[in-house]
């Protein structure tokens, strides 16, 4: 299977935990985008990658999340000290430069007790 | 403005049926609108895109038909199929230093029964 993967793909951990969800883009892909999603809703932007650069963080991305994107290959989203609002679905999306299509990965679903 | 607006939140069609779901925009500035389809468990798929200089767009069973004036579009499910069930989102993608942020409708939950 070629296409974006995320792991894990479901997580529980205890309120004030830090918890760390990865995503392996489309080899080829340039860019990577991270969406969170909660129930019944759309999926929202939280940050963009180009190569291992990190060019746009949304104000959704509380100073307790943190992202990377080391040699602009996987990327990793980090949470530190986790709330009951953060639970959510976590999407990765991976897309090249032109023509910019994003393509997603299943998604981590997190839930925070 | 960075808004999408989308509905219905929910729509019964009969197998067979046309199903239509609506989005409505209010930046201008928006120069790419994907629609994607959602099952449960499952990350958003794209379905079919559309730029602002074409009014519609023909994929197979799904159609995108553009206002640009009235700032709405909306996609078209011709001979609805119960696998086309399905959660859809709209969105908008604000080209922003090259690349493409999407905006997303709240998504339309479709139930075809057959």
């Known amino acids: 299977d070629t296409g974006v993967s995320q792991d894990p793909r479901h997580k529980i951990t205890k309120r004030g935990q830090n918890v760390t969800f990865r995503c392996d883009p489309i080899?080829?892909?340039?860019?990577l985008y991270w969406y969170r999603q909660t129930l019944g809703q759309g999926p929202e932007f939280l940050t963009y990658?180009?190569?291992?650069?990190?060019?746009?963080k949304s104000r959704l991305l509380s100073d307790r999340f943190s992202a990377e994107r080391p040699k602009g290959s996987f990327s990793t989203l980090e949470i530190q000290r986790t709330e009951q609002g953060d639970s959510a679905m976590y999407l990765c999306?991976?897309?090249?430069?032109?023509?910019?299509?994003?393509?997603f990965g299943p998604g981590t679903r997190l839930t925070v007790l | 403005q960075q808004q999408v607006k989308q509905s219905p939140q929910s729509l019964i069609v009969q197998k067979g049926g046309i199903s239509i779901i609506n989005c409505a925009y209010e930046n201008t500035a928006f120069d790419y609108f994907p629609w994607y389809q959602q099952f449960p468990g499952k990350g958003p798929a794209l379905l079919i895109a559309i730029r602002p200089d074409v009014s519609e767009k023909k994929e197979g069973r799904f159609t995108i038909s553009f206002n640009k004036s009235a700032k709405q579009f909306s996609l078209h499910i011709m001979d609805s199929q119960p696998g086309d069930s399905a959660t859809y989102f709209c969105?908008?993608?604000?080209?922003?230093?090259?690349?493409?942020?999407?905006?997303f409708g709240a998504g339309t939950r479709l139930a075809v029964h057959p």
């Open positions: 969105a908008a993608s604000l080209q922003a230093g090259g690349y493409n942020k999407l905006i």
């Open positions: 080899s080829e892909h340039n860019r």
């Open positions: 990658f180009q190569n291992e650069a990190q060019l746009e």
């Open positions: 999306a991976s897309s090249f430069a032109s023509p910019d299509t994003q393509y």
